[in-house]
């Protein structure tokens, strides 16, 4: 699922220290750079002013940089600081949704009045036992993906946040900035294939936004989604009923299983992916989930991933601001470990060819391997 704040959630803006604030704002910037000073002189480390139009992070400070991330994982361990940074960024993307023509309320209260307990219960594996890491507050959410508000919310999410995402600048406000990210990946990642696939797996589905999408690129092509959360998969069967035609089969199924080990059979797909998935994992499972690609990929097959660009001098601008990267580390636990990972490395390590990489957003990169 894409962060509920993959972009500075004041403004619109990664550069929103230097913009007009709200009471509020004021309030959270003063709060946040107080108990970061505390924080990193508590570490012995280095500590220099709030970032400014002449007083910004060098990017040729990763020490002082490892220490404001680490004091930001202690702040986040605050409860009360944790609350108040995640409720805010929550309400931000809300307002964001309601601004680009997705108003959350009603669309919430129509999706609750559905019987998602049946849902549920169609859906779930009982004895799954769920990662350690999976266990995390996400996206401002207390529970992470293990709710139904997570699940009833993540299409709207996605929306909003996305709605920016082709503007450098962050100025403009696209309603169809997701459908077009997709498309872009999409685009990208047909450009590099040698054949269509016919038999694909779709990891980290989450309520099925990136499995649909795949279907209506490669419509007669079989698409497994698999995810973790049984209340994401619930909805992704709910849109699955709504999205078939009577008297025909859907080709796609939704599957509650974990990305490392999915229990498909091996050798069987043409193509492995995986949308907005790898900033969520700490990389020991990253690497594990490239292995069960190759695990369930014949040979010759795909892996290709869209995810957010490191490297992309958008994204390093937002990690070397501490109040933005506030902001994401929020809703992200494990962003730290995917900037500073070299995917690249570790799938050629586990059986691919070294991968081909295409921006598909000033943000993001689609990524493409074939099982050697």
């Known amino acids: 699922m894409a962060a509920l704040v993959s972009h500075a959630w004041f403004t619109g803006r990664s550069d929103f220290p230097n913009a007009s604030k709200t009471p509020v704002q004021s309030q959270y910037t003063a709060l946040l750079w107080r ?35 680490g004091a930001l994982n202690n702040l986040f361990s605050y409860k009360p600081f944790f609350r108040f940074a995640t409720g805010t ?4 993307i809300v307002k964001r949704g309601t601004e680009i023509g997705y108003p959350w309320a009603p669309e919430l209260a129509t999706l609750r009045l559905h019987n998602w307990e ?22 401002a959410y207390e529970q992470g993906n ?15 946040v996305h709605a920016n995402v082709f503007d450098p600048e962050r100025k403009i406000l696209d309603p169809e900035g997701d459908s077009k990210l997709r498309d872009s990946y999409h685009d990208t990642m047909c450009a590099m294939l040698k054949r269509a696939p016919t038999a694909i797996v779709d990891i980290g589905c989450a309520t099925g936004l990136s499995t649909f999408r795949l279907h209506q690129v490669f419509p007669n092509a ?29 080709p796609v199924n939704f599957l509650h299983a974990a990305g490392e080990y999915t229990g498909l059979q091996a050798g069987s797909f043409d193509l492995v992916s995986l949308s907005l998935v790898c900033h969520e994992l ?43 990267f506030t902001a994401f580390k929020s809703t992200e636990p494990y962003f730290d470990d995917y900037r500073t990972f070299q995917i690249e490395k570790a799938i050629q390590e586990r059986g691919f060819t070294f991968p081909q990489q295409v921006e598909c957003s ?8 074939f099982k050697r």
């Open 118 to 139: 049946a849902e549920l219960h169609a859906v779930e594996t009982k004895d799954l036992e769920y990662p350690h890491y999976y266990m995390k507050p996400f996206h």
């Open 362 to 369: 000033p943000r993001h990169r689609t990524i493409v391997a």
């Open 89 to 92: 960024a929550r309400n931000m």
């Open 146 to 160: 293990l709710s139904w508000e997570a699940a009833l919310e993540a299409e709207l999410a996605a929306k909003a």
């Open 222 to 250: 079989e698409i497994v989604g698999v995810d973790l959360s049984p209340f994401f998969l619930s909805v992704a069967n709910f849109r699955l009923k709504n999205n078939g035609v009577e008297g025909r089969s859907f």
């Open 282 to 324: 700490p990389r020991s499972a990253t690497k594990q989930i490239v292995e069960e690609a190759n695990r369930l990929l014949k040979i010759g097959g795909v892996l290709a991933i869209m995810e957010m660009n490191p490297y992309s001098p958008h994204v390093q601008r937002m990690v070397n601001n501490v109040f933005a």
């Open 35 to 69: 108990r970061l000073v505390a924080e990193c002189r508590a570490s012995g480390g280095p500590v220099q002013g709030p970032p400014s139009a002449g007083n910004t992070l060098s990017t040729n400070l990763p020490s002082t940089m490892d220490l404001i991330s």
